[in-house]
């Protein structure tokens, strides 16, 4: 910008978002300030054509939409100009860095199967109950396990125990939420909820018997059971006790 005489009015940034999704908030602000009526400013600079998207068609759209704002998409390091020619080349790279990133995606994704076929964790964070500690290290990739955290396992062996009526009648989702949260009891700093019960108390993780791959990171869509992945970890409750307390909470259903 300085080379050119240009005055940069505003930096929009988004660290860790997706070029291939154009639901980005800071995205959206920048696309809706440019359009405006009283035209705060004249260029969109990018890094390059794929940090702006890596949809193609996204990418058209949003061109065409500036572009009737009077406003141009400039690239720093892909100097294609404006005219016809570079118009075409623009488009030509678009669709190569959409593909680039799907292919990414899936070799990304094909790794992480893989991971956990051979028992590791992928480095989401781990479910209430447990810790993540690394167990080997191959080359430059830290090879992560779960393990019990258990002080939080004792709040996940009361919540069943409560559920099954270890010590008494059994409590339902409500009840159990109650219980723990009148004692100022929580979920890593978060009060518990009646669908938050729910999930920790259907989870087949506490009886030693995690599934990845369930749903769509891009979408949140549930998978087809075929394509989720097992994984072992170490039990905090005893299957049966599991068992038990699907069966009430399905004859509560």
Not at 209 to 220: E, I, P, T
Request: net charge positive; proline share 4%.
């Amino acid at each position: 910008c300085d080379a050119r005489g240009w005055q940069v009015v505003e930096m929009f940034s988004e660290p860790g978002a997706s070029a291939l999704d154009d639901d980005r908030p800071v995205f959206q602000e920048m696309i809706y300030k440019a359009t405006r009526i009283d035209k705060p400013f004249d260029f969109v600079v990018v890094h390059s054509l794929s940090r702006f998207s890596r949809d193609s068609l996204h990418s058209e759209l949003y061109v065409r939409q500036l572009r009737k704002a009077d406003v141009e998409l400039v690239s720093i390091t892909q100097d294609i100009g404006q005219d016809a020619s570079g118009e075409f080349i623009r488009k030509i790279l678009n669709v190569f860095d959409e593909h680039q990133s799907r292919e990414n995606a899936k070799h990304v994704h094909r790794a992480m199967l893989e991971n956990s076929r051979q028992g590791f964790w992928n480095g989401s964070r781990p479910p209430f109950g447990y810790a993540v500690v690394i167990q080997e290290r191959r080359g430059t990739k830290d090879k992560k396990v779960l393990v019990i955290h258990e002080e939080e396992a004792r709040v996940v062996r009361k919540m069943f125990d409560l559920a099954v009526g270890t010590d008494g009648r059994p409590m339902g989702v409500k009840a159990i939420a109650s219980y723990f949260n009148e004692r100022g009891i929580t979920r890593r700093g978060r009060r518990f909820s009646t669908g938050g019960v729910y999930d920790l108390l259907t989870s087949s993780t506490y009886h030693g018997l995690h599934y990845f791959n369930r749903r769509d990171s891009r979408n949140g869509k549930p998978r087809p059971p075929s394509q989720w992945v097992e994984l072992r970890v170490p039990p905090i409750i005893d299957e049966h006790i599991f068992t038990a307390v699907q069966a009430l909470l399905q004859s509560r259903n």
